[in-house]
């Protein structure tokens, strides 16, 4: 069937008459002109007219029948566009039965009722067939040139319906084509969106970090000054005092050759008084213990400055990994000191080619995280470093509440966090793993909920192209 022109039409109906006559009115054997059309086609120019018979009409004699051959010219991709159905069949499916058989197999099959008398009235068969836009009835007996133009006007409908179908459908296909592009180009924009705000997140990150690196520079800066001149002067007082005790001894001496007992008295009185005996030991260990504090600062301040690191240029650089941890240990040791005990089991690491300060960051995440996990009981945070080869690894292993496997693929994720809210911004570990990975090296974590997590960093000694 050429663009969609369908002439197909299924007659249904008992009485072999009918059958004859439908024939003759449809299918009319064609006057054979074909001498005087190949003159008129000479004469004028045009084409021979084609004898093709205007209707191509199959017959069927009862409802279970016409339902087969329906379903056979489907198969074959040759649809009836019409059918005349006849309402009083008695052997078998009345027509409104056959009807409805019909339309549950081709909703698009236009039909006419056929009919003298009929069992049903005709709203009640609209009714039944729910059908008062598709449905027509012709009375018998017949007219031909009705039957003919009922036939044109439904088969002429067919295919109007069928075009707007396939229109329908091409155009279904467009808008679930352009329904399809917009969805992949607002997923693209998404992760472009999302991977805008991890760089964002990440830049603020950083820039508080540089931040807080220059403000830990400058403090330990001053700090270096009042620590200097205060272990300077407990220094000179230490050596002050030392001389006082040694005036003080020869006083004592000397009160054995004072004649006057009542001098001698007071001088003991005042001794007493004075509690002179406590202080000649106290002040020394006072003088020490914050001479103590102040070294004890100092370090600290060292510290600072080793983990920040903002006085290098920031170039990769040749650093030794087990001092960053103590720094770090040294930073952090107010996290620590009241929730887990720190167990060490270091083995002899070469200097690695590094970022020290961004490595530190790592490795105080790592540390403040296993501290936070371990809970309100008293736990034990273990640090393991070693050496495979060509990397060296780092383990922080803590006794806290563990990760569950549900979370564990998601731990790197950024803004991902298992905390409460508020209380994380879910950037530690997944700034820790792009600082892994910006040093080729690998980040890993082992947990088990109830018992405790283990994360593992892994670095190369050498950084042969070192990513800026």
Same mark, same amino acid.
């Given at each position: 069937?050429?663009?969609?022109?369908?002439?197909?039409?299924?007659?249904?109906?008992?009485?072999?008459?009918?059958?004859?006559?439908?024939?003759?009115?449809?299918?009319?054997?064609?006057?054979?002109?074909?001498?005087?059309?190949?003159?008129?086609?000479?004469?004028?120019?045009?084409?021979?007219?084609?004898?093709?018979?205007?209707?191509?009409?199959?017959?069927?004699?009862?409802?279970?029948?016409?339902?087969?051959?329906?379903?056979?010219?489907?198969?074959?991709?040759?649809?009836?566009?019409?059918?005349?159905?006849?309402?009083?069949?008695?052997?078998?499916?009345?027509?409104?039965?056959?009807?409805?058989?019909?339309?549950?197999?081709?909703?698009?099959?236009?039909?006419?009722?056929?009919?003298?008398?009929?069992?049903?009235?005709?709203?009640?068969?609209?009714?039944?067939?729910?059908?008062?836009?598709?449905?027509?009835?012709?009375?018998?007996?017949?007219?031909?040139?009705?039957?003919?133009?009922?036939?044109?006007?439904?088969?002429?409908?067919?295919?109007?319906?069928?075009?707007?179908?396939?229109?329908?459908?091409?155009?279904?296909?467009?808008?679930?084509?352009?329904?399809?592009?917009?969805?992949?180009?607002?997923?693209?924009?998404?992760?472009?969106?999302?991977?805008?705000?991890?760089?964002?997140?990440?830049?603020?990150?950083?820039?508080?970090?540089?931040?807080?690196? =220059?403000?830990?520079?400058?403090?330990?800066?001053? +700090?270096? #000054?009042?620590?200097?001149? &205060?272990?300077?002067?407990? @220094? /000179? *007082?230490?050596?002050?005092?030392?001389?006082?005790?040694?005036?003080?001894?020869?006083?004592?001496?000397?009160?054995?050759?004072?004649?006057?007992?009542?001098?001698?008295?007071?001088?003991?009185?005042?001794?007493?008084?004075?509690?002179?005996?406590?202080?000649?030991?106290?002040?020394?260990?006072?003088?020490?213990?914050?001479?103590?504090?102040?070294?004890?600062?100092?370090?600290?301040?060292?510290?600072?400055?080793?983990?920040?690191?903002?006085?290098?240029?920031?170039?990769?650089?040749?650093?030794?990994?087990?001092?960053?941890?103590?720094?770090?240990?040294?930073?952090?040791?107010?996290?620590?000191?009241?929730?887990?005990?720190?167990?060490?089991?270091?083995?002899?690491?070469?200097?690695?080619?590094?970022?020290?300060? =961004?490595?530190?960051?790592?490795?105080?995440?790592? +540390?403040? #995280?296993?501290?936070?996990? &371990?809970?309100?009981?008293? @736990? /034990? *945070?273990?640090?393991?470093?070693?050496?495979?080869?060509?990397?060296?690894?780092?383990?922080?292993?803590?006794?806290?509440?563990?990760?569950?496997?549900?979370?564990?693929?998601?731990?790197?994720?950024?803004?991902?966090?298992?905390?409460?809210?508020?209380?994380?911004?879910?950037?530690?570990?997944?700034?820790?793993?792009?600082?892994?990975?910006?040093?080729?090296?690998?980040?890993?974590?082992?947990?088990?909920?109830?018992?405790?997590?283990?994360?593992?960093?892994?670095?190369?000694?050498?950084?042969?192209?070192?990513?800026?």
């Amino acid at each position: 069937m050429s663009e969609l022109s369908n002439r197909r039409i299924l007659l249904i109906d008992d009485t072999p008459s009918i059958h004859v006559d439908f024939r003759k009115i449809l299918t009319p054997t064609p006057v054979q002109t074909v001498e005087l059309d190949e003159m008129e086609a000479a004469l004028f120019g045009s084409e021979v007219k084609s004898t093709r018979a205007l209707f191509e009409l199959d017959s069927a004699y009862g409802g279970q029948e016409g339902l087969g051959k329906l379903q056979e010219a489907l198969q074959q991709n040759q649809p009836y566009a019409l059918a005349f159905v006849d309402m009083r069949m008695p052997e078998g499916w009345d027509g409104a039965q056959t009807i409805e058989h019909l339309w549950q197999e081709d909703p698009r099959l236009q039909v006419v009722v056929c009919t003298a008398y009929s069992d049903y009235s005709w709203d009640e068969l609209l009714d039944r067939l729910q059908a008062h836009d598709r449905l027509l009835i012709l009375k018998k007996p017949f007219d031909n040139i009705e039957v003919q133009q009922m036939a044109n006007t439904l088969l002429t409908k067919w295919d109007m319906t069928e075009r707007a179908f396939v229109q329908m459908s091409h155009l279904e296909h467009l808008v679930d084509q352009r329904t399809t592009q917009f969805k992949q180009a607002s997923e693209a924009l998404q992760r472009e969106i999302d991977e805008r705000k991890q760089l964002e997140s990440q830049l603020v990150q950083s820039e508080k970090l540089a931040s807080l690196g =220059q403000l830990a520079a400058g403090v330990a800066h001053e +700090i270096n #000054n009042p620590i200097g001149f &205060i272990s300077s002067n407990l @220094g /000179t *007082l230490d050596g002050y005092f030392k001389q006082l005790q040694e005036m003080l001894d020869a006083y004592r001496d000397a009160e054995e050759a004072i004649d006057s007992s009542e001098l001698v008295e007071r001088l003991q009185q005042l001794r007493e008084r004075i509690e002179l005996e406590f202080l000649h030991d106290d002040i020394p260990l006072l003088i020490k213990e914050s001479k103590d504090g102040i070294s004890r600062v100092g370090q600290i301040v060292k510290d600072l400055k080793e983990f920040s690191r903002v006085d290098s240029n920031q170039e990769w650089q040749w650093a030794n990994l087990q001092q960053g941890i103590e720094s770090t240990l040294n930073i952090v040791a107010n996290e620590l000191k009241y929730k887990a005990d720190v167990v060490k089991d270091y083995q002899h690491l070469p200097d690695i080619e590094c970022l020290p300060s =961004q490595i530190n960051q790592v490795i105080m995440n790592l +540390i403040v #995280n296993a501290s936070q996990a &371990i809970g309100p009981e008293r @736990g /034990t *945070l273990t640090l393991r470093t070693g050496i495979d080869g060509e990397k060296v690894w780092i383990e922080v292993a803590d006794t806290g509440t563990g990760i569950p496997p549900a979370s564990l693929q998601k731990i790197f994720d950024p803004f991902f966090t298992t905390k409460p809210v508020g209380q994380g911004t879910g950037l530690g570990l997944s700034l820790s793993y792009g600082i892994v990975k910006k040093h080729r090296g690998d980040i890993s974590v082992v947990s088990e909920v109830g018992v405790g997590s283990t994360f593992r960093v892994e670095l190369p000694i050498h950084q042969s192209k070192p990513t800026a």
